[in-house]
């Protein structure tokens, strides 16, 4: 059983994704030394998306993701720069908090290091 990694990617500059995708990554190999088994869109497609000049927009993404999402025994919401504004985060949330999945959020500390986020969570109308 496994959860899903939520978060931010798009953006006009190749460095913003970049710097998304490392911190996915962190989020991951953090997770996975927990225990929590995740799966991160961003940390599995990131690469082949740029190898083959694929998209990097949510709509091109949605529906993959979506199976993914409903596969998942709920979702952890990284939330970094960007997250709230995020179209892609938000539709996330959204289609999981409509099939009763459950929402954890995850804050970066820094250093590698990453912590439950109960504000977020505590504020998230979700």
Known sequence: MFKYLVS?????LATVRAKQHALAES??????????????????CHAAAQVHEMPTDFDFWQEYNKALI???????????????????VNGEIRFAAERGL?????????GGKFGWDLESHANNPN
């Open 8 to 12: 931010p990617y798009t953006h006009q």
């Open 27 to 44: 989020a991951f190999v953090w997770l996975m030394r927990q225990r929590i088994w995740v799966y991160s869109p961003i940390v599995h």
């Open 102 to 110: 459950p929402i954890e959020y995850l804050q970066y500390l820094g």
């Open 70 to 88: 409903q596969s998942s025994h709920g979702v952890i919401v990284l939330t970094i720069d960007g997250w709230k504004e995020s179209k892609g």
